[in-house]
């Protein structure tokens, strides 16, 4: 009977250290999900700039060039098929060999979620758009937004990608 006893108190001894493991572990998910949990602390203050002065034909010029940058992420995450190279213009794209330098070089290995303009202006006689946005990321598990600009240009009838990062308005 002795011996019994001994083998019980000696398991139950055993399983006292796994549920405390247990109770560590839910503490623990408890501590992260209050820790990094997403807190509102007003509503948004994103403006965006005026566009009721703009003519038809410029709306219809953003709207292009926008959609070229729609394809180049699309493209750049190998979602959207087709070459990203040929959405830059040749001076930029030759400074990159293949759709991994480019992503490589210019914006890391995270997934692209979104991206949304907040800002844009249009220059050149209206052969230039600049576009200021934000760039959704996820990096190993963590969402981020990266503020990034984007210059485009008209050549012949096509929109081509000029530029990266020149967050200066002309």
Do not use: C
């Not at 994103?46 to 709306?59: G, N």
């Not at 030759?94 to 979620?113: H, I, P, T, W």
Request: hydrophobic share 40%; aromatic share 10%.
């Amino acid at each position: 009977m002795r011996k019994v006893l001994l083998v019980i108190s000696s398991l139950a001894g055993a399983a006292l250290p796994s549920w405390q493991a247990v109770a560590q572990d839910a503490i623990g998910k408890a501590f992260e999900e209050t820790l990094f949990r997403e807190e509102t602390i007003s509503a948004s203050v994103r403006e965006h700039p005026d566009v009721s002065d703009l003519s038809k034909a410029e709306m219809n010029r953003v709207l292009q060039a926008r959609d070229v940058v729609s394809r180049f992420f699309r493209r750049l995450t190998d979602a959207g098929g087709g070459n990203v190279i040929e959405l830059l213009e040749a001076p930029l794209a030759s400074q990159y060999k293949d759709r991994n330098a480019l992503r490589r070089e210019r914006f890391g290995a995270e997934s692209y979620l979104s991206f949304e303009i907040f800002d844009f202006r249009i220059s050149g006689d209206g052969n230039e758009v600049k576009f200021r946005y934000f760039l959704g990321e996820n990096d190993k598990g963590r969402a981020m937004l990266r503020q990034r600009a984007v210059t485009l240009r008209n050549a012949g009838g096509r929109w081509l990608i000029a530029e990266f990062d020149n967050f200066e308005f002309d």
